[in-house]
């Protein structure tokens, strides 16, 4: 078996994860890079390991605690080896981090499962999560998978919208498909939803390789170009919770999933500097929410060399994004000749040709423009919200969940127009029991349904106590605040 690690010359300071108290970050980099059934993904891969490997160094974690795969796991077995190898020292203080990115595929035969495709050019095996959970269920302390592939969510049950579509389909009944439930000190967080492509951008050419979109928004959330991105409330510290709702919006193209148990209070490991250095960077946005009347989204960045930027404007139209016809343009730049020069740089974009109730999703995508390349920089995903009354807002979930903490209940908050959510789960006195979305922004779904879960657990992780709880969605369209809320009863 190859191992690869990354060495850097540089030393930096480790952020630890205040809340769990954890002592050492360990991290396993996995690429599967060469197929014999699917097609080969080559170097699109191989950036995302030399990112999000040099964004943990970058916090400090020692490179003998870092291992990278590069194109060398194909079976179960070497996968097994290569976790035992690189977690075998952890302690219940510890966090292991697993990141594998592969290619996510739907069964041959008439099962309906989503696999992990592990591959090394010579031999190829499915990963299923049985499999998965299997491998890590031993590893002590907290442990963090991190799935980078099409599908990806479905292997923990998370955005399948159609029932029996796939395990953990949309019935409004509780779920324990998941065998990551079992577990608490197991989260995982998926690129995509259960029905989703998880998509790269062609950068060949490139230094670092092309990598996907995913990758390149989780190493820009955890600081690798100087600016903890994923840092909502700029406390120094990136919890697993605000690093998925920054994905949320950072990554239009698909819909990264979580399952955690206590996702406030998991602190990823984040760089104190940066690692690594593009032409754009520090990505700082206004409101991602747009009114159809007043649509400018206002965002500044740093310019680090001379560039040019390009924008693109991709729309969400019939359940799919219109790559085809995605608007492009070129900044005016600070000489009006289109090069911008090193410092700050503010811009207002106003959408063009919207009509009285236009509503919907655009992704803004930022690129830096040379004679030889074109980098991506940064994605927002854009939501615009008309002026209307016309508003629907529903919830729907299981009544009855029968244990907290072994099964979990889905929750669909169904809106008709694109808002900002908050849903939350309160116990029978009225007390907050767990924050489910806090002003997070919907998302294009079929349906225009949010798809949530509650597994019975309180914001600490603990099982609540038998009884009957709400859940209540609210949201605010315009100037009028619209709230939804649903009964569940958790049993003994």
């Not at 929750?411 to 924050?435: H, K, Q, Y």
């Not at 919907?442 to 009884?467: K, M, Q």
């Amino acid at each position: 078996m190859r191992k690869l690690i990354l060495m850097l010359l540089s030393m930096f300071v480790f952020l630890g994860a205040p809340v769990l108290g954890l002592c050492q970050t360990r991290a396993l980099l996995v690429a599967c890079t060469e197929f014999v059934t699917q097609p080969n993904l080559g170097n699109s891969i191989s950036g995302n390991l030399h990112m999000i490997g040099s964004a943990f160094l970058g916090s400090g974690v020692r490179s003998e605690s870092l291992s990278i795969e590069d194109g060398t796991i194909g079976t179960v077995e070497a996968l097994s080896a290569a976790i035992q190898d690189a977690f075998s020292m952890a302690s219940e203080d510890d966090l292991s981090i697993l990141y594998l990115c592969t290619h996510g595929i739907l069964s041959s035969s008439d099962d309906e499962q989503v696999y992990l495709l592990l591959g090394d050019g010579q031999t190829e095996t499915p990963l299923s999560a049985d499999d998965l959970y299997a491998l890590v269920r031993n590893i002590q302390g907290e442990k963090l998978l991190i799935l980078d592939a099409c599908y990806s969510g479905a292997l923990i049950g998370r955005g399948i919208p159609e029932e029996g579509m796939l395990p953990g389909s949309r019935g409004m009944q509780e779920i324990c498909s998941s065998v990551f439930l079992s577990d608490p000190s197991i989260h995982v967080l998926t690129s995509a939803s259960g029905y989703e492509s998880s998509w790269y951008y062609d950068s060949e050419g490139l230094a670092n390789g092309a990598v996907s979109y995913f990758a390149s928004a989780l190493a820009s959330g955890l600081g690798l170009y100087g600016t903890l991105e994923a840092d909502a409330n700029a406390d120094g510290a990136v919890s697993l919770m605000e690093m998925q709702r920054y994905l949320s919006v950072a990554v239009p193209s698909s819909s990264s999933q979580l399952l955690s148990a206590r996702p406030e209070n998991l602190y990823l490991p984040v760089a104190t500097g940066p690692m690594l250095t593009k032409p754009l960077t520090g990505f700082s946005y206004g409101s991602s929410l747009l009114m159809a009347d007043a649509p400018t989204l206002d965002f500044s960045f740093t310019v680090t060399q001379n560039t040019a930027i390009q924008y693109r404007l991709v729309e969400f139209s019939d359940s799919n994004w219109n790559w085809a016809e995605a608007t492009t343009f070129l900044d005016e730049g600070d000489d009006g000749q289109g090069t911008l020069y090193p410092g700050r740089k503010t811009r207002a974009l106003t959408l063009p040709n919207l009509a009285e109730g236009d509503n919907g999703y655009l992704m803004l995508q930022v690129f830096s423009l040379s004679t030889t390349e074109l980098i991506l920089c940064s994605e927002r995903l854009i939501a615009v919200q008309p002026d209307t009354d016309d508003v629907q807002l529903d919830i729907r979930s299981g009544e009855m969940l029968s244990q907290a903490g072994a099964c979990e209940l889905p929750i669909d908050v169904r809106l008709n127009v694109p808002a900002e959510i908050t849903v939350s789960v309160f116990d029978g006195e009225g007390d907050l029991v767990r924050r489910l979305a806090s002003s997070q922004l919907t998302r294009p779904a079929p349906g225009g349904i949010t798809h949530l879960y509650w597994d019975g657990r309180d914001a600490f992780g603990s099982p609540v106590a038998p009884g009957h709880y709400t859940v209540a969605a609210e949201a605010v369209i315009g100037s009028a605040r619209h709230k939804a809320s649903a009964e569940i009863t958790i049993g003994g």
